[in-house]
């Protein structure tokens, strides 16, 4: 038994060990997201969907038919966004999974995480502004 000690330590100190997934940087997440609509969900249901534009522009929606435009833009290695009606950055780390993409986002209060659920061929639904009667 003495022996399979230094023999196991040596095959761990030489092993290759599992990478952390990096964090996607500005140029890979636009490349990999520009023009297309993406569907996230979180613990296994639906959670929202964004449209990638040119120039960085972006198009969210809860599914529920209500469209917040935005922006989003790189800083200290986190992609944040910024929308019309919340223009205090809404940061995330994404990185690339085996089924698309993952997506993280801290704050002091809890953590959320979001992965691309799939691609959408559809069109993203945007409701008109609320009308009365």
Sequence with gaps: MMRLVPILAAALATATPLAA???MGAEAFDA???GKTLFYGSGGQAYGVERYLDNRRVVWSFLDGKCKYGLWYEAEGEICFVYED???PQCWTFTKGPDGLIAQFE???RVTRLYEARE???EMICHGPDTGV
């Design 86 to 88: 919340r223009p205090d």
């Design 21 to 23: 997934e990096t964090p």
């Design 32 to 34: 990999y997201t520009r």
């Design 120 to 122: 959408g061929t559809d």
């Design 107 to 109: 704050t002091e209060t």
